[in-house]
């Protein structure tokens, strides 16, 4: 059998991997390898949590709000921080002042009453402006110049709200929903209801922020040729390279 032949069953008999843009123009953070800290600011207010000890080992059963809700911030960002493929580190800074504002160049985190109640967060990633005097940054349609989060003051658990999290830091990173997909935390519903990331959020932020050490892996299988349409088929191919270097650190380890 052709060798094609034999790499594309080996791909399509493998669960179907993919992530999508928000855009097609696949807008980024600005964030660089040489810059790769992106700070979000936080107005310190939280929703009234509920079932603290299901989240985090149980260790902020106890805990005020306020407390528990800048530790599921924390641990949301790191959750993409920790993504051993992708250079981009999210930090949590604290502010009262933080407010929702799309122009200032500033990622807020807000906790605030929704029109509705279905709502229990939103993203807003900007990367068109419309901003009458806009920076140079803010021209860039390929960088996301600004995404605030809209968290909702109404009561919610730990454990759902730390899963919304992760999912909206996932949209100011430049994820959009996949339709293929209900394993990603990106996709609109799950089965699953970890804050964990699945392997196509992992392609995702890798795919927008690759670690250098790592790229040159990554360019030598994604340079194969496309397989799959639109933006979601470039999931498929970071998943190998994902693979691959996941592969290659086991071989290290166990020789
Ligand atoms: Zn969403």
């Given at each position: 059998?052709?060798?094609k032949?034999?790499?594309?069953?080996?791909?399509?008999?493998?669960?179907?991997?993919?992530?999508?843009?928000?855009?097609?123009?696949?807008?980024?953070?600005?964030?660089?390898?040489?810059?790769?800290?992106?700070?979000?600011?936080?107005n310190?207010?939280?929703?009234?949590?509920?079932?603290?000890?299901?989240?985090?080992?149980?260790?902020?059963?106890?805990?005020?709000?306020?407390?528990?809700?800048?530790?599921?911030?924390?641990?949301?960002?790191?959750?993409?921080?920790?993504?051993?493929?992708?250079?981009?580190?999210?930090?949590?800074?604290?502010?009262?002042?933080?407010?929702?504002d799309?122009?200032?160049?500033?990622?807020?985190?807000?906790?605030?009453?929704?029109?509705?109640?279905?709502?229990?967060?939103?993203?807003?990633?900007?990367?068109?402006?419309?901003?009458?005097?806009?920076?140079d940054?803010?021209?860039?349609?390929?960088?996301?110049?600004?995404?605030?989060?809209?968290?909702?003051?109404?009561?919610v658990?730990?454990k759902?709200?730390?899963?919304?999290?992760?999912?909206?830091?996932?949209h100011?990173?430049?994820?959009?929903?996949?339709?293929?997909?209900?394993?990603?935390?990106?996709?609109?519903s799950?089965?699953?209801?970890?804050?964990?990331?699945?392997?196509?959020?992992?392609?995702?932020?890798?795919?927008?922020?690759?670690?250098?050490?790592?790229?040159?892996?990554?360019?030598?299988?994604?340079?194969?040729?496309?397989?799959?349409?639109?933006?979601?088929?470039?999931?498929?191919?970071?998943?190998v390279p994902?693979?691959?270097?996941?592969?290659?650190?086991?071989?290290?380890?166990?020789?």
């Amino acid at each position: 059998m052709h060798y094609k032949a034999v790499l594309w069953l080996a791909l399509f008999s493998q669960p179907a991997f993919s992530f999508v843009h928000i855009s097609q123009l696949k807008p980024r953070l600005p964030v660089s390898p040489q810059n790769p800290t992106l700070t979000f600011v936080w107005n310190g207010d939280a929703p009234e949590l509920t079932e603290k000890g299901e989240v985090l080992d149980g260790n902020f059963a106890d805990s005020s709000d306020q407390d528990l809700m800048a530790a599921l911030l924390t641990t949301a960002m790191n959750t993409w921080t920790n993504v051993p493929t992708a250079y981009i580190i999210l930090i949590l800074d604290q502010n009262n002042a933080a407010h929702i504002d799309e122009h200032d160049e500033t990622f807020s985190i807000v906790v605030e009453s929704q029109e509705s109640e279905a709502v229990a967060a939103a993203a807003l990633p900007s990367f068109i402006t419309t901003d009458p005097d806009p920076s140079d940054t803010e021209n860039n349609t390929h960088i996301i110049h600004d995404c605030d989060i809209s968290v909702s003051s109404s009561s919610v658990s730990a454990k759902s709200l730390l899963r919304t999290l992760v999912h909206e830091l996932g949209h100011c990173l430049g994820l959009g929903h996949p339709h293929s997909s209900y394993r990603s935390i990106m996709s609109y519903s799950t089965l699953d209801e970890s804050a964990s990331l699945a392997l196509d959020d992992k392609a995702g932020v890798s795919f927008l922020y690759p670690e250098p050490g790592q790229s040159e892996d990554v360019q030598y299988l994604t340079t194969c040729g496309v397989v799959g349409g639109g933006a979601g088929g470039a999931g498929l191919w970071l998943a190998v390279p994902l693979l691959v270097i996941g592969w290659r650190r086991f071989s290290k380890v166990s020789r």
